[in-house]
Protein backbone atom coordinates (compact mmCIF):
# COMPACT_ATOMS: atom_id res chain seq x y z
CA UNK A 1 0.00 0.00 0.00
CA UNK A 2 1.41 3.04 -0.77
CA UNK A 3 1.59 4.94 2.35
CA UNK A 4 -0.95 8.33 2.88
CA UNK A 5 0.94 11.68 3.04
CA UNK A 6 1.68 13.03 7.02
CA UNK A 7 -1.54 14.62 8.07
CA UNK A 8 -2.33 15.50 11.74
CA UNK A 9 -5.76 13.85 12.45
CA UNK A 10 -8.00 15.07 15.68
CA UNK A 11 -9.99 12.13 17.06
CA UNK A 12 -12.67 12.77 19.43
CA UNK A 13 -14.26 9.81 21.16
CA UNK A 14 -17.63 10.13 22.88
CA UNK A 15 -19.37 7.98 25.54
CA UNK A 16 -20.96 5.37 23.43
CA UNK A 17 -20.23 1.16 23.37
CA UNK A 18 -18.70 1.95 20.14
CA UNK A 19 -15.58 3.25 21.20
CA UNK A 20 -14.76 -0.23 21.57
CA UNK A 21 -13.66 -0.12 18.14
CA UNK A 22 -11.44 3.06 18.29
CA UNK A 23 -8.11 1.08 19.44
CA UNK A 24 -8.70 -0.49 16.34
CA UNK A 25 -8.28 2.19 14.05
CA UNK A 26 -6.13 4.11 15.93
CA UNK A 27 -3.94 0.79 15.02
CA UNK A 28 -4.45 1.43 11.52
CA UNK A 29 -3.67 5.00 11.44
CA UNK A 30 -0.26 4.83 12.96
CA UNK A 31 0.91 1.81 10.83
CA UNK A 32 0.67 4.35 7.97
CA UNK A 33 2.50 7.84 9.54
CA UNK A 34 -0.73 9.70 11.14
CA UNK A 35 -0.16 11.57 13.83
CA UNK A 36 -2.84 11.49 16.46
CA UNK A 37 -4.19 13.33 19.31
CA UNK A 38 -7.20 12.01 21.41
CA UNK A 39 -10.35 14.21 23.37
CA UNK A 40 -12.28 11.71 25.31
CA UNK A 41 -15.85 13.03 26.83
CA UNK A 42 -15.86 12.56 30.72
CA UNK A 43 -18.29 9.47 29.57
CA UNK A 44 -15.92 8.25 27.14
CA UNK A 45 -13.44 7.60 29.70
CA UNK A 46 -16.01 5.71 31.35
CA UNK A 47 -16.59 3.11 28.78
CA UNK A 48 -12.38 3.13 28.12
CA UNK A 49 -9.66 4.03 30.59
CA UNK A 50 -7.98 6.81 28.87
CA UNK A 51 -4.05 4.73 30.11
CA UNK A 52 -5.60 2.20 27.51
CA UNK A 53 -5.16 4.78 24.57
CA UNK A 54 -2.18 6.73 25.52
CA UNK A 55 -0.34 3.35 25.34
CA UNK A 56 -2.06 2.94 21.95
CA UNK A 57 -0.71 6.89 20.80
CA UNK A 58 2.18 7.46 22.67
CA UNK A 59 0.52 10.31 24.14
CA UNK A 60 -1.52 12.17 26.73
CA UNK A 61 -4.98 11.60 26.43
CA UNK A 62 -7.21 15.19 26.57
CA UNK A 63 -10.66 15.35 29.09
CA UNK A 64 -10.09 18.70 31.58
CA UNK A 65 -10.86 22.11 29.24
CA UNK A 66 -8.84 23.08 31.81
CA UNK A 67 -5.80 21.03 32.13
CA UNK A 68 -3.38 23.62 30.56
CA UNK A 69 -3.65 27.06 32.73
CA UNK A 70 -4.14 29.40 29.69
CA UNK A 71 -7.49 27.65 29.25
CA UNK A 72 -6.67 27.55 25.56
CA UNK A 73 -6.15 23.76 25.23
CA UNK A 74 -8.96 23.61 22.49
CA UNK A 75 -8.05 26.48 20.33
CA UNK A 76 -4.63 24.26 20.58
CA UNK A 77 -5.97 21.46 19.45
CA UNK A 78 -8.08 22.78 16.31
CA UNK A 79 -4.68 24.64 15.28
CA UNK A 80 -2.99 21.54 15.41
CA UNK A 81 -5.79 19.20 13.59
CA UNK A 82 -5.35 19.06 9.81
CA UNK A 83 -8.52 16.84 10.02
CA UNK A 84 -11.09 15.64 12.79
CA UNK A 85 -13.04 12.82 13.66
CA UNK A 86 -15.71 12.39 15.64
CA UNK A 87 -15.73 8.37 16.65
CA UNK A 88 -18.38 7.10 17.89
CA UNK A 89 -20.69 10.10 17.42
CA UNK A 90 -23.54 9.56 19.59
CA UNK A 91 -26.75 11.43 19.37
CA UNK A 92 -26.18 13.67 22.02
CA UNK A 93 -22.82 14.94 20.27
CA UNK A 94 -24.15 15.18 17.03
CA UNK A 95 -27.37 17.31 18.52
CA UNK A 96 -23.95 19.56 20.11
CA UNK A 97 -22.83 19.91 16.81
CA UNK A 98 -25.99 20.66 14.62
CA UNK A 99 -26.83 23.53 17.62
CA UNK A 100 -23.13 25.10 18.29
CA UNK A 101 -22.82 23.80 21.85
CA UNK A 102 -19.88 23.85 23.17
CA UNK A 103 -20.27 22.99 27.11
CA UNK A 104 -17.31 20.39 26.91
CA UNK A 105 -13.47 20.11 25.83
CA UNK A 106 -14.55 17.31 22.93
CA UNK A 107 -17.68 19.72 21.95
CA UNK A 108 -15.52 23.25 22.18
CA UNK A 109 -12.49 21.83 19.44
CA UNK A 110 -15.12 19.89 16.83
CA UNK A 111 -17.09 22.86 16.88
CA UNK A 112 -14.23 25.46 16.80
CA UNK A 113 -13.15 23.48 13.61
CA UNK A 114 -16.29 23.99 12.16
CA UNK A 115 -15.05 27.26 11.35
CA UNK A 116 -11.79 25.70 9.33
CA UNK A 117 -11.05 24.63 6.24
CA UNK A 118 -10.19 20.94 7.71
CA UNK A 119 -12.19 18.00 7.14
CA UNK A 120 -14.70 16.52 9.11
CA UNK A 121 -15.88 13.20 10.00
CA UNK A 122 -18.49 11.91 11.90
CA UNK A 123 -19.22 7.99 12.98
CA UNK A 124 -22.50 8.11 14.11
CA UNK A 125 -23.50 4.73 16.35
CA UNK A 126 -26.16 4.52 18.39
CA UNK A 127 -29.33 2.61 19.15
CA UNK A 128 -32.22 2.59 15.86
CA UNK A 129 -34.89 4.10 17.48
CA UNK A 130 -32.42 7.06 18.45
CA UNK A 131 -31.12 6.93 15.04
CA UNK A 132 -34.50 6.91 13.01
CA UNK A 133 -35.98 9.94 15.73
CA UNK A 134 -36.85 12.90 13.62
CA UNK A 135 -34.67 15.22 15.71
CA UNK A 136 -31.78 12.69 14.94
CA UNK A 137 -32.46 13.35 11.11
CA UNK A 138 -32.51 16.80 11.54
CA UNK A 139 -29.18 17.35 13.40
CA UNK A 140 -27.76 14.74 10.51
CA UNK A 141 -28.86 16.79 7.53
CA UNK A 142 -27.35 19.95 9.40
CA UNK A 143 -24.18 17.91 9.75
CA UNK A 144 -24.82 17.22 6.15
CA UNK A 145 -24.82 20.72 5.08
CA UNK A 146 -21.97 22.40 7.61
CA UNK A 147 -19.23 20.47 5.56
CA UNK A 148 -19.10 16.88 7.85
CA UNK A 149 -18.97 13.76 5.80
CA UNK A 150 -20.74 10.65 7.14
CA UNK A 151 -18.67 7.28 7.87
CA UNK A 152 -21.95 5.03 8.37
CA UNK A 153 -23.50 4.04 10.20
CA UNK A 154 -24.34 0.59 8.85
CA UNK A 155 -27.09 -2.18 9.63
CA UNK A 156 -26.13 -4.67 12.25
CA UNK A 157 -26.23 -6.33 15.62
CA UNK A 158 -26.88 -3.28 18.27
CA UNK A 159 -25.44 -3.39 21.50
CA UNK A 160 -29.41 -4.17 22.64
CA UNK A 161 -29.02 -7.20 20.57
CA UNK A 162 -30.98 -5.91 17.66
CA UNK A 163 -29.95 -6.29 13.90
CA UNK A 164 -30.92 -2.80 12.87
CA UNK A 165 -29.19 0.31 11.46
CA UNK A 166 -27.10 2.44 13.80
CA UNK A 167 -24.30 0.30 14.28
CA UNK A 168 -21.18 2.06 14.03
CA UNK A 169 -18.69 1.34 10.33
CA UNK A 170 -16.17 -1.07 11.29
CA UNK A 171 -12.51 0.66 11.44
CA UNK A 172 -11.94 -0.25 8.17
CA UNK A 173 -14.50 1.88 6.67
CA UNK A 174 -13.55 4.56 8.58
CA UNK A 175 -10.21 4.03 7.77
CA UNK A 176 -10.83 4.28 3.76
CA UNK A 177 -12.64 7.63 4.40
CA UNK A 178 -10.21 9.17 6.47
CA UNK A 179 -7.61 7.89 4.23
CA UNK A 180 -10.00 9.45 0.79
CA UNK A 181 -9.59 13.00 2.62
CA UNK A 182 -6.09 12.51 3.60
CA UNK A 183 -4.99 13.05 -0.02
CA UNK A 184 -7.71 15.80 -0.81
CA UNK A 185 -11.37 15.08 -1.68
CA UNK A 186 -11.51 14.21 -5.40
CA UNK A 187 -15.66 13.74 -5.49
CA UNK A 188 -16.63 15.66 -8.82
CA UNK A 189 -18.12 19.40 -8.11
CA UNK A 190 -21.52 18.13 -9.39
CA UNK A 191 -25.19 17.58 -7.69
CA UNK A 192 -27.23 14.85 -8.70
CA UNK A 193 -30.13 13.83 -7.86
CA UNK A 194 -31.20 10.20 -7.23
CA UNK A 195 -34.82 8.94 -7.21
CA UNK A 196 -35.37 5.43 -4.97
CA UNK A 197 -38.05 3.30 -3.88
CA UNK A 198 -41.97 2.81 -4.25
CA UNK A 199 -44.63 5.55 -4.40
CA UNK A 200 -47.93 5.09 -2.60
CA UNK A 201 -50.93 6.65 -3.96
CA UNK A 202 -53.94 6.69 -1.28
CA UNK A 203 -57.37 5.27 -2.19
CA UNK A 204 -58.96 6.04 1.16
CA UNK A 205 -57.65 7.16 4.70
CA UNK A 206 -55.92 3.77 5.11
CA UNK A 207 -55.26 1.77 1.47
CA UNK A 208 -53.10 3.07 -0.84
CA UNK A 209 -51.78 1.36 -4.16
CA UNK A 210 -47.92 1.14 -4.31
CA UNK A 211 -45.80 -1.73 -5.79
CA UNK A 212 -42.68 -4.10 -4.51
CA UNK A 213 -39.99 -1.48 -5.24
CA UNK A 214 -37.57 -2.48 -1.76
CA UNK A 215 -35.27 0.67 -3.27
CA UNK A 216 -32.53 -1.17 -2.63
CA UNK A 217 -31.23 0.07 -6.41
CA UNK A 218 -31.52 3.35 -5.40
CA UNK A 219 -30.11 3.44 -2.24
CA UNK A 220 -27.11 1.70 -3.54
CA UNK A 221 -26.86 4.58 -6.00
CA UNK A 222 -27.15 7.14 -3.50
CA UNK A 223 -24.63 5.81 -1.60
CA UNK A 224 -22.35 5.30 -4.39
CA UNK A 225 -23.05 8.93 -5.45
CA UNK A 226 -22.19 9.82 -1.98
CA UNK A 227 -18.57 8.82 -2.94
CA UNK A 228 -18.17 10.51 -6.23
CA UNK A 229 -20.39 13.92 -6.37
CA UNK A 230 -19.99 16.79 -3.83
CA UNK A 231 -23.49 17.09 -3.86
CA UNK A 232 -26.10 13.83 -3.64
CA UNK A 233 -29.78 14.57 -3.03
CA UNK A 234 -31.60 11.07 -2.69
CA UNK A 235 -35.93 11.39 -3.32
CA UNK A 236 -37.22 8.48 -2.07
CA UNK A 237 -40.63 6.93 -1.38
CA UNK A 238 -41.32 4.14 0.86
CA UNK A 239 -38.37 1.93 1.17
CA UNK A 240 -37.73 -1.55 2.40
CA UNK A 241 -34.44 -1.04 3.07
CA UNK A 242 -32.30 1.58 5.37
CA UNK A 243 -32.10 4.99 3.74
CA UNK A 244 -28.50 5.87 2.10
CA UNK A 245 -26.63 7.55 5.03
CA UNK A 246 -24.63 10.72 4.14
CA UNK A 247 -26.71 12.12 1.64
CA UNK A 248 -29.59 14.86 1.34
CA UNK A 249 -33.05 12.93 2.09
CA UNK A 250 -36.25 14.10 0.76
CA UNK A 251 -38.96 11.81 1.78
CA UNK A 252 -42.07 11.92 -1.67
CA UNK A 253 -44.75 9.36 -1.02
CA UNK A 254 -46.99 9.95 -4.36
CA UNK A 255 -46.20 10.32 -7.66
CA UNK A 256 -47.32 13.76 -7.41
CA UNK A 257 -45.07 14.83 -4.64
CA UNK A 258 -42.23 13.54 -6.12
CA UNK A 259 -42.33 15.40 -9.06
CA UNK A 260 -42.42 18.25 -7.52
CA UNK A 261 -39.56 17.51 -5.19
CA UNK A 262 -37.86 16.50 -8.78
CA UNK A 263 -38.61 19.93 -10.40
CA UNK A 264 -37.31 21.46 -7.62
CA UNK A 265 -34.17 19.95 -6.65
CA UNK A 266 -32.90 19.52 -10.52
CA UNK A 267 -33.26 22.81 -11.37
CA UNK A 268 -29.71 23.48 -10.31
CA UNK A 269 -28.40 20.21 -10.56
CA UNK A 270 -26.49 18.15 -13.39
CA UNK A 271 -27.64 14.45 -13.31
CA UNK A 272 -30.87 12.58 -12.33
CA UNK A 273 -30.64 9.26 -12.18
CA UNK A 274 -34.57 8.02 -12.35
CA UNK A 275 -34.21 4.32 -9.87
CA UNK A 276 -37.76 4.77 -8.03
CA UNK A 277 -40.70 2.67 -8.98
CA UNK A 278 -43.05 5.51 -9.81
CA UNK A 279 -46.98 4.72 -10.30
CA UNK A 280 -47.94 4.40 -13.55
CA UNK A 281 -51.91 4.92 -12.52
CA UNK A 282 -53.43 6.57 -9.22
CA UNK A 283 -56.91 6.83 -8.34
CA UNK A 284 -59.01 10.10 -9.00
CA UNK A 285 -60.68 10.19 -6.43
CA UNK A 286 -59.41 9.98 -2.88
CA UNK A 287 -61.79 9.11 0.12
CA UNK A 288 -62.22 11.19 2.62
CA UNK A 289 -62.12 8.34 5.67
CA UNK A 290 -62.03 4.40 5.54
CA UNK A 291 -63.80 2.66 2.81
CA UNK A 292 -66.23 0.13 4.68
CA UNK A 293 -66.39 -3.65 3.57
CA UNK A 294 -69.16 -4.94 1.66
CA UNK A 295 -70.48 -7.91 0.23
CA UNK A 296 -70.80 -5.81 -3.05
CA UNK A 297 -66.92 -4.95 -3.79
CA UNK A 298 -65.89 -2.11 -4.62
CA UNK A 299 -65.08 -0.21 -8.23
CA UNK A 300 -61.85 1.56 -8.06
CA UNK A 301 -61.37 4.25 -11.57
CA UNK A 302 -57.62 4.77 -11.80
CA UNK A 303 -56.11 7.73 -14.09
CA UNK A 304 -52.55 8.13 -15.53
CA UNK A 305 -50.05 9.15 -13.00
CA UNK A 306 -47.81 12.19 -13.22
CA UNK A 307 -44.93 11.48 -15.72
CA UNK A 308 -41.61 12.89 -14.23
CA UNK A 309 -39.32 12.47 -16.87
CA UNK A 310 -41.90 13.81 -19.12
CA UNK A 311 -42.82 16.65 -17.17
CA UNK A 312 -39.39 17.46 -16.61
CA UNK A 313 -38.04 17.24 -20.11
CA UNK A 314 -37.86 21.31 -20.74
CA UNK A 315 -35.74 21.44 -17.22
CA UNK A 316 -33.61 18.71 -18.46
CA UNK A 317 -33.23 19.42 -21.78
CA UNK A 318 -30.22 22.08 -21.11
CA UNK A 319 -26.81 21.69 -22.49
CA UNK A 320 -24.62 19.72 -19.48
CA UNK A 321 -27.13 17.78 -17.58
CA UNK A 322 -27.68 14.10 -18.16
CA UNK A 323 -30.67 12.01 -17.33
CA UNK A 324 -30.42 8.14 -16.45
CA UNK A 325 -34.26 5.90 -16.53
CA UNK A 326 -34.71 2.56 -15.55
CA UNK A 327 -37.21 0.43 -17.25
CA UNK A 328 -38.24 -2.98 -15.86
CA UNK A 329 -39.89 -5.41 -18.00
CA UNK A 330 -41.26 -8.91 -18.17
CA UNK A 331 -40.01 -9.97 -21.96
CA UNK A 332 -38.21 -7.82 -24.74
CA UNK A 333 -35.86 -6.34 -22.35
CA UNK A 334 -33.72 -4.37 -25.25
CA UNK A 335 -36.39 -3.48 -27.41
CA UNK A 336 -38.85 -1.88 -25.05
CA UNK A 337 -36.34 0.21 -23.17
CA UNK A 338 -35.08 1.27 -26.22
CA UNK A 339 -38.86 2.86 -26.86
CA UNK A 340 -38.78 4.15 -23.30
CA UNK A 341 -35.00 5.71 -24.13
CA UNK A 342 -36.42 7.44 -26.82
CA UNK A 343 -40.09 8.46 -25.45
CA UNK A 344 -38.77 9.92 -22.34
CA UNK A 345 -36.06 11.79 -23.54
CA UNK A 346 -33.10 9.90 -21.46
CA UNK A 347 -29.38 9.88 -22.01
CA UNK A 348 -29.10 6.32 -20.78
CA UNK A 349 -31.60 3.46 -19.61
CA UNK A 350 -30.78 0.21 -17.08
CA UNK A 351 -33.24 -2.45 -18.38
CA UNK A 352 -33.80 -4.97 -15.63
CA UNK A 353 -35.69 -7.95 -16.21
CA UNK A 354 -38.44 -8.79 -13.60
CA UNK A 355 -38.92 -12.57 -14.40
CA UNK A 356 -35.60 -13.53 -13.78
CA UNK A 357 -34.58 -15.08 -10.22
CA UNK A 358 -31.46 -12.52 -8.64
CA UNK A 359 -32.94 -9.46 -10.72
CA UNK A 360 -35.19 -6.85 -10.37
CA UNK A 361 -37.57 -5.56 -7.28
CA UNK A 362 -36.35 -6.66 -3.89
CA UNK A 363 -33.09 -8.44 -4.83
CA UNK A 364 -29.77 -8.05 -4.20
CA UNK A 365 -28.67 -8.43 -7.07
CA UNK A 366 -29.11 -7.40 -10.47
CA UNK A 367 -29.09 -7.83 -14.64
CA UNK A 368 -29.68 -5.32 -17.04
CA UNK A 369 -28.69 -4.33 -20.49
CA UNK A 370 -27.65 -0.37 -20.74
CA UNK A 371 -28.32 1.92 -23.48
CA UNK A 372 -27.38 5.36 -24.68
CA UNK A 373 -28.83 7.31 -27.30
CA UNK A 374 -25.69 7.49 -29.05
CA UNK A 375 -26.87 4.06 -30.02
CA UNK A 376 -23.96 2.50 -27.30
CA UNK A 377 -25.29 -0.46 -25.57
CA UNK A 378 -23.80 -2.91 -22.47
CA UNK A 379 -25.38 -6.79 -21.32
CA UNK A 380 -24.49 -6.38 -17.52
CA UNK A 381 -23.92 -9.51 -15.78
CA UNK A 382 -25.61 -10.27 -12.76
CA UNK A 383 -23.79 -8.41 -9.89
CA UNK A 384 -24.49 -6.79 -6.60
CA UNK A 385 -26.54 -3.80 -6.81
CA UNK A 386 -23.72 -1.37 -5.28
CA UNK A 387 -21.44 -3.00 -8.03
CA UNK A 388 -24.26 -1.66 -10.55
CA UNK A 389 -24.63 1.39 -9.05
CA UNK A 390 -20.32 2.18 -9.39
CA UNK A 391 -21.20 1.09 -12.93
CA UNK A 392 -23.84 3.68 -13.43
CA UNK A 393 -22.61 6.41 -12.10
CA UNK A 394 -18.92 6.15 -13.87
CA UNK A 395 -20.53 6.61 -17.12
CA UNK A 396 -22.68 9.53 -15.32
CA UNK A 397 -19.70 11.19 -14.48
CA UNK A 398 -17.85 10.19 -17.86
CA UNK A 399 -20.37 11.74 -19.81
CA UNK A 400 -20.62 14.87 -17.60
CA UNK A 401 -16.65 15.33 -18.25
CA UNK A 402 -17.39 14.90 -22.06
CA UNK A 403 -19.58 18.08 -21.62
CA UNK A 404 -17.58 19.85 -20.35
CA UNK A 405 -14.02 19.61 -22.84
Given at each position: ??L???????L???????L?K??????????????????L????????????????????V?????????????????????M??????????????A????????????L???????????????N???????A????????????????????G???????????????????????S??????R?P????????????D?????C?????????????????R???????C??????????????L?????????????Q?????A???????A?????P?????G?I??????????????????????????????????????????A???Q???????????????????????????????????????????TM??????????????????????
Open positions: MVAPLKRILVGSGGIAVLPALIRMLRRQGYELRLVTENAARFITPLTFETLLDHPYIDPFARRDNLLHIGLRKWAEAVLVPGTANMIAKLHGIADDLASAVLGAGGTAIPRIVCPAMDAMWEAPTRRNIEQLIRDGWRMAGPVTELACGDDAPGRMAEPEEIFRVIELSAGDKAYKIVITAGATEEIDAVRITNHSSGRMGAALAEAAERFMDVVIHGALRVPPPQGVRIEARSARAMLQAVSEIADNALVMAAVADFVDVKAAKKKSGSGMDLHLVPAPDILLETRALRARAGFHTTGFALESDALEYAEKLAAKYLDAIVANPCSEPGAGFGSETNRAVYLTKDGAREDWPPKREMADRILDRVLLALSETKK
